[in-house]
């Protein structure tokens, strides 16, 4: 196994869920030691005592380096954290965990806070004022990550150096990390592509075929890349790992809970995928993206679709007519 930088204090990864205890698998895999904590004390007992997150991640062994725990006090001897709660929950958890939480985290949720349109940086600046924040994400199914297949993500700070410095720390033999200067394209294109897959899903359950949805995930990806330029980011950004990577991952995948959401709107209709998948992040950030490329000017018709057709009950068959019937752009 290839030598990797070593510190002597652990990796939180805070989030016992699917992501979480793959990302706790992977740093513990390059020998690092991790706490993984989790709100759910009985939960946390069971992975402590069998020695796998048999909800999550059913049939994987975790490495001994892992320390699941619910309590707080024990992430304050960590170095830096991982962030693997849903978004939703986000601004809820770093608020309990302030007092330890330790000087950088790293977000690894996708999505917009549906209350406030605010990206999750956003959110927890403004819960952890005096901390260093960073971005991970990319194309990455939790068991595959877990399972040690091969993996390559994006991870985004403010500066390039403090990127470049948290990947060297974070990579594993089969996770690769990118640095990127540019959290708020990354940022963008996480929380959008599972809007666009869920719009893929529907594509799917309608059985409108393989051209349409192609076509659909082109245009989505036109969409995200409005709006993170418009926001600051960069239109490279969009064509790489986070942007195109991760949405080719989710949109044509049913492992994706995001299209898998989709699938159930077009094959089921709006109730029953409502009842079917909790844990779709897209379903969420919808509407909160919308209002966000209102307010910039952005024009994002797929993401309105999805959001009207989850938030208001528009018939799943109105919002692909509407699509089809908006006047080609002049130019792609």
């Not at 051209?211 to 064509?239: F, H, K, P, Q, Y």
């Not at 992040?281 to 057709?309: C, F, K, Q, T, Y």
């Amino acid at each position: 196994m290839a030598s990797h930088p070593r510190c002597p204090s652990p990796v939180a990864v805070i989030g016992a869920g699917s992501w979480g205890t793959a990302l706790a698998q992977a740093l513990a895999r390059a020998g690092r030691t991790v706490v993984l904590w989790g709100r759910d004390h009985d939960r946390i007992g069971e992975i402590r005592e069998r020695g796998e997150n048999s909800r999550y991640l059913p049939g994987i062994r975790l490495d001994h380096r892992i320390r699941p725990t619910a309590a707080p006090k024990e992430l304050e001897e960590a170095e830096l954290a991982l962030l693997a709660v849903p978004a939703q929950t986000l601004r809820s958890v770093v608020r309990t965990l302030r007092d330890a939480m330790p000087e950088t985290v790293v977000i690894c949720a996708k999505g917009l806070e549906r209350a406030s349109g605010k990206r999750l940086s956003a959110v927890v600046a403004e819960e952890l004022p005096e901390v260093r924040v960073a971005i991970l994400s990319g194309p990455s199914f939790a068991a595959e990550v877990a399972a040690g297949k091969p993996t390559a993500l994006t991870l985004a700070a403010e500066r390039l150096e403090a990127a470049q410095a948290l990947a060297r720390a974070l990579a594993s033999p089969t996770l690769r990390l990118y640095p990127s200067d540019d959290p708020v394209g990354v940022e963008i294109a996480a929380a959008l592509k599972n809007v666009v897959a869920i719009a893929a899903g529907v594509v799917m359950g309608r059985a409108l075929g393989e051209n349409a949805r192609a076509a659909l995930i082109t245009r989505g990806l036109a969409e995200m890349a409005r709006l993170a330029v418009r926001l600051g980011g960069r239109a490279e950004t969009l064509s790489g790992l986070a942007g195109l990577g991760d949405l080719l991952l989710t949109a044509t995948s049913l492992t994706s809970r995001n299209t898998r959401f989709g699938f159930a709107l077009g094959r089921a209709g709006r109730a029953a995928a409502l009842a079917q998948e909790e844990l779709a992040e897209g379903r969420w950030s919808a509407g909160a993206a919308v209002r966000l490329a209102r307010n910039h000017g952005v024009d994002m018709p797929i993401a309105e679709a999805v959001a009207r057709v989850v938030e208001e009950g528009l018939p799943v068959e109105v919002a692909i007519r509407r699509l089809l019937e908006r006047p080609a752009a002049e130019r792609e």
